[in-house]
C-alpha cells in the first residue's frame, strides 16, 4: 500500500468511537474499510449510515475463528488486505486493586485481557497471511495508560503496557514484510465501556462527569480531543508511501503527557 487511497483496511471495534472515527477517516482518504464489530446495534448503524460501503463482520475479537471471519469477509469484498487495526478496548473504570474481592479480580483479569490483549495478538495472527501477501502493516491502538499510571486501574494499565511488547516483538518478527506500529492516544470521550465480572459493562467512559476539563487541566497542550482528532497518526502509519521504513514505533498523541514534569514555572508565558 502506498498512500490511504485504494487500500484495504480491518479496524476492530470501528462501530463507536475512536474505532468509527478511523473508519470516516479512512473512507474520506479513498480506503475500503471493514469493521470487526461485536456490538449488533452499532454494526447495523455502520450499515446504514454508510450505505453498506464498509463491509461488517459482527464478531468478538477474543475468539480467534471471528477475526479469521473477518479477514476472510475482508479478502472476499476487497480483494486484498493491507491494514489491520487492532483497536477494540475495553476499561476497568480505574479501579484499584484494594477494591477488587479476590474472585471478581481473577474474572475481571482474564476478561479485560481476553480483549485488550489477546483480542489484537489474535487479529494479527488472522490477518498475518494477507499482510504478507500485501507488504501491508498493522497498528495497534495503545493509551496514555501504556506509558504511565493512573490512566486505569492496574488491570487496564497493564493491558496497555502489555501492547507495548506486542508491538516490539511482531515488529521483530514480521520484518521485513510486514510493519508494526501503535498509536498512543489520551482521553476522549467514548463509549468505551467496563466489564461484565465488576458490573461495569454498562457504564462508559462519556457518563464521567468533567471529563473534558480534566483532560484540558490535566494535558501540556490544554485540550481536550475528540476521537477524529486521533486519527491522522493512523493514516500516516497505512502508507507505506510515508511511513515506509516506520516499524516497533508508538506514536504519542495524548496532549504532552509525557512532557508534564513536575512544576512547570514558565507556564508557556511569553510565548
Ligand atoms: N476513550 C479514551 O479515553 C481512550 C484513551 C486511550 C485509548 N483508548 C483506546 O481506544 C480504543 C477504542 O476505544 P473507544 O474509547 O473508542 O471506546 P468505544 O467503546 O467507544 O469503542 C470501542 C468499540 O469496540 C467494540 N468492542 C468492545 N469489545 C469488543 C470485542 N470483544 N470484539 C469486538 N468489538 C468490541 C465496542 O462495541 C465499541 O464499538 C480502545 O482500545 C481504548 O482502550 C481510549
Known amino acids: ?12 471495534g470501528g462501530g463507536s468511537g475512536l474505532g468509527r472515527a478511523l473508519v470516516e477517516r479512512f473512507l474520506r482518504e479513498g480506503a475500503s474499510v471493514a469493521v470487526l464489530e461485536s456490538s449488533e446495534s452499532r454494526a447495523e448503524a455502520l450499515r446504514a449510515d454508510f450505505s453498506q460501503a ?23 469484498r476487497f480483494g486484498r488486505l493491507d491494514t489491520f487495526i487492532a483497536n477494540a478496548g475495553i476499561f476497568d473504570f480505574f479501579q484499584p486493586l484494594a477494591q477488587y474481592e479476590g474472585e471478581r479480580l481473577d474474572e475481571a483479569f482474564d476478561e479485560l485481557f481476553a480483549v485488550n490483549v489477546k483480542g489484537g ?11 504478507v501477501k500485501s507488504r501491508g502493516s498493522i497498528i495497534f491502538t495503545l493509551s496514555n495508560a501504556a506509558f504511565y499510571p493512573g490512566g486505569g486501574g492496574p488491570i487496564y494499565t497493564a493491558s496497555k503496557h502489555a501492547l507495548v511488547g506486542v508491538v516490539k ?18 482521553g476522549m470521550k467514548t463509549n468505551l465501556s ?25 494535558t501540556p497542550l490544554q485540550i481536550a480531543p475528540v476521537p477524529a482528532d486521533y486519527c491522522g497518526p493512523y493514516v ?6 510515508d511511513a515506509g ?4 514505533a508508538i506514536i504519542h498523541t495524548d496532549g ?3 512532557v508534564r514534569g513536575i512544576v512547570n514555572i514558565r507556564g508557556g508565558e511569553g510565548l
Open 194 to 218: 467496563g466489564l461484565q465480572s465488576t458490573g461495569t459493562a454498562a457504564q462508559s467512559l462519556a457518563g464521567i462527569e468533567g471529563l473534558d476539563q480534566m483532560l484540558r487541566d490535566i
Open 54 to 76: 464498509v463491509e461488517v463482520i459482527v464478531g468478538d475479537v477474543s475468539v480467534y475463528a471471528d477475526n479469521a471471519r473477518a479477514v476472510e469477509r475482508t479478502v472476499a
Open 121 to 131: 495478538v489474535l487479529g494479527a495472527r488472522a490477518a498475518l497471511p494477507e499482510l
Open 1 to 12: 500500500m502506498n498512500g490511504s487511497k485504494d487500500a484495504v483496511v480491518l479496524i476492530t
Open 256 to 258: 504532552g503527557l509525557g
Open 236 to 241: 500516516l502509519l497505512a502508507s507505506a508511501a
Open 169 to 186: 516483538q511482531l515488529a521483530h518478527e514480521l520484518a521485513p514484510k510486514v510493519r508494526v506500529n501503535g498509536v498512543a492516544p489520551g
Open 245 to 248: 521504513p516506520i516499524t516497533g
